[in-house]
């Protein structure tokens, strides 16, 4: 049986199949990789949908960057970041959660900012000599909103528009049709590249996930899994997984797809139903897309749903991994039960890939092992070393005019 050709788009050529990986979990690393990578990217921290309306926010800690924020949405109804620490003495402003609010208290001596961080309120305000609350506003972190996906940049280089290149007008709609169905977080025992490696090949599905999920991809006409489509871009990576058109049909999944739309696995697909980013390649044989958004976020975006998996490093070997999967909206009781299938399935398969990252990590971190070899089909690990590597090396504005990005007015001073 011939196997699947991947296309290929984006330098697959000039990849080095070989990865020192050991070096890549050292805690001298990591370092690097706080300031060099994560301060400078554009980081998924929450869908705008969630800001119902103006006043509208919620706290997201990030202990990657040392860092606790507060995202809300203004009287103008654009969504704003800002650190989450009172003008007056630095109390942190809101603990925790989330809520609606005219105006945002302080707890300590009750100073209060509005929803687009001014300096509102300045309790006894006369014993300030020469006070102007307008140098007292919150300090903003720049934020950008697509599609529906929050990002925060603590040191933007370019604007989200270039950051996500093709991908930025690709995509309209899409997200928006879905609503959330699951969440959860977990703590691992792993580095967090690791994490974002292990969700960004298939090579693994046919030996990790052969008890979950053991005919979804592939099958008769490409037994090796290839995927039918890669795609490597300045910082992201993308590729389409391979639907098995002969997949048997279990009795779940018989009495899920009765009542719902059928979401995994599905082999055959109207494309004229999907958005140009979803299955970009049109490959008829399609089951889902796998994107990493660089550098700590993998999304999964299928014909009924899309997952994200965002990975927050806490050290070089632990990482947070916040889990999100939306689906259709349900239109009855039976949709929504169908939708639960899915849930339970995504989940188990989902310990399957985390369980295997603890172990990996251990293994690794013995230092037997410097080096690995991997395949053409694992080019988005070697393409995140490729970029992450790249960040490392290059001062800031090296880095800049390397990318050629869309330049951004230096942040206003406080
Ligand atoms: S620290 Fe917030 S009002 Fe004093
Ligand atoms: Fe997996």
Redesign the pocket.
């Known amino acids: 049986m011939d196997d699947v050709e991947t296309q290929f788009r984006g330098d697959a050529e000039t990849l080095e199949a070989w990865v020192p990986l050991q070096e890549k979990i050292t805690a001298e690393r990591f370092a690097a990789e706080r300031e060099k990578i994560f301060r400078r990217s554009w980081l998924y921290i929450g869908k705008a949908t969630a800001l119902t309306q103006p006043g509208s926010y919620f706290v997201k800690e990030l202990p990657t960057l040392n860092a606790s924020l507060i995202i809300v949405r203004g009287t103008d109804g654009r969504v704003r970041a800002f650190h989450n620490i009172c003008r007056h003495r630095g109390n942190k402003l809101i603990r925790e959660g989330s809520g609606c609010e005219t105006a945002i208290r302080c707890g300590f001596h009750g100073w209060g900012f509005s929803p687009e961080g001014a300096c509102i309120v300045v309790t006894d305000e006369h014993q300030f000599p020469s006070l102007d609350k307008s140098k007292l506003g919150l300090i903003a972190v720049a934020c950008e909103v697509w599609n529906d996906f929050i990002f925060v940049n603590f040191a933007p280089e370019q604007t989200l528009a270039a950051w996500l290149e093709d991908m930025w007008d690709q995509y309209p709609g899409y997200f928006q049709q879905h609503e959330k169905i699951a969440s959860y977080s977990v703590e691992i025992e792993s580095n967090w590249n690791l994490g974002v490696n292990?969700?960004t090949e298939g090579y693994?599905?046919l030996y990790?996930?052969r008890n979950t999920v053991p005919d979804y991809q592939g099958g008769k006409t490409n037994p090796q899994r290839h995927r039918p489509y890669m795609q490597l871009m300045k910082h992201h990576t993308r590729y389409s997984a391979p639907a098995n058109p002969d997949h048997h049909e279990t009795p779940a999944e018989a009495l899920a797809w009765k009542h719902g739309h059928k979401m995994l696995p599905a082999a055959t697909f109207r494309h004229d139903d999907l958005v140009a980013g979803v299955n970009p390649s049109r490959a008829d044989k399609w089951l889902f897309d796998v994107v990493e958004l660089f550098p700590n976020n993998v999304m999964l975006t299928g014909q009924y749903w899309h997952m994200v998996l965002t990975f927050w490093p806490l050290a070089a070997n632990r990482t947070v991994m916040v889990q999100e999967a939306f689906a259709y909206k349900p239109k009855n009781m039976g949709e929504r039960l169908s939708q639960e299938f899915f849930r339970s399935r995504g989940r188990e398969?989902?310990r399957?890939?985390l369980n295997t990252l603890e172990a990996q990590h251990a293994a690794l971190s013995s230092g037997a092992m410097k080096h690995a070899y991997l395949s053409r089909q694992e080019a988005a690990i070697l393409h995140h070393y490729r970029v992450a590597d790249g960040m490392l090396q290059d001062d800031p504005q090296a880095w800049f005019e390397r990318i050629g990005g869309a330049a951004l007015p230096p942040q206003e001073k406080r």
Do not use: A, N, P
Request: glycine residues 0%; charged residues 20%.
């Open positions: 292990s969700f693994h599905t990790i996930h398969v989902l399957e890939d």
